[in-house]
């Protein structure tokens, strides 16, 4: 018996690595989408909006409450489900079949995303001292003009390290929507470790595959990190 085929991962490796583009995609839609919810989220709980503030804190609770596996889940098969209920109840002709299981697991990691970077948004606004608040009103701004043009870039720069982590985590939270037959890493890797019955050899070069992404990542979220610190010192 062969503990381990070091050929044989070898020649996994390219046929592993096609799913990095699809990984890469589900965490920056979701990403993208999710830190415009989630920043909407935050002004609503910082401005304690009414009826909104509840029902945004509920949702909050909610998404990061339950695990990302759950709601992969509950949208792959239940949004089907409901779907059906209303074509049925309603006698509507409501067709997602031709809807790829890409499409749900943008909505979920948007949806998880938003609540994650709302406390993120959150905590960097209200880190802003009030009396740059108060001096944008003294020269005439609103207060959705000193949100935007005073506030938010600060605020931006402060969440920033908080935010590249995230993204970095994101990337291999990513690795979950095999469940949903989505052919990302893991899908891909799921697959051929199911062919070959090696599973050992396929996981680790997996493994492998999301540790190359985390270093490159964190090289480039460093770099951008130490610019951003340039610019504040330059700033300041």
Do not use: H
């Not at 909104?52 to 949208?75: E, K, N």
């Not at 043009?149 to 929507?177: C, D, G, H, R, Y």
């Not at 095999?178 to 493994?207: C, N, Q, W």
């Amino acid at each position: 018996m062969q503990l381990f085929d070091l050929e044989y991962a070898l020649s996994t490796i390219p046929i592993v690595a096609k799913g990095v583009p699809l990984s890469i995609a589900i965490a920056v839609v979701g990403f993208i989408i999710g830190s415009i919810i989630g920043l909407a989220l935050s002004i609503i709980r910082i401005y304690k909006i009414p009826v909104l503030y509840q029902l945004a804190t509920i949702y909050i609770s909610f998404f990061r409450g339950i695990p990302v596996l759950v709601q992969i889940f509950l949208a792959y098969y239940g949004i089907p489900l409901v779907i059906r209920y209303i074509n049925q109840k309603y006698s509507l002709n409501i067709d997602i079949s031709g809807i790829g299981a890409i499409y749900f697991m943008y909505l979920v990691y948007s949806l998880y995303c938003s609540a994650y970077l709302s406390e993120i948004f959150r905590s960097a606004i209200l880190s802003i001292d009030k009396g740059q608040l108060e001096a944008s009103y003294s020269v005439g701004m609103t207060t959705t003009q000193s949100l935007f043009i005073i506030i938010l870039p600060q605020s931006l720069l402060i969440a920033l390290p908080n935010i590249l982590n995230f993204f970095i985590m994101l990337i291999k939270e990513t690795s979950l929507v095999f469940a949903a037959s989505v052919p990302e890493i893991m899908g891909i890797a799921t697959l051929e470790a199911d062919r070959s019955s090696k599973f050992l050899e396929v996981y680790i070069i997996a493994a492998l595959i999301y540790w190359a992404i985390s270093i490159i990542l964190e090289k480039i979220f460093g770099i951008l990190e130490n610019k951003v610190k340039k610019y504040k010192r330059i700033v300041g």
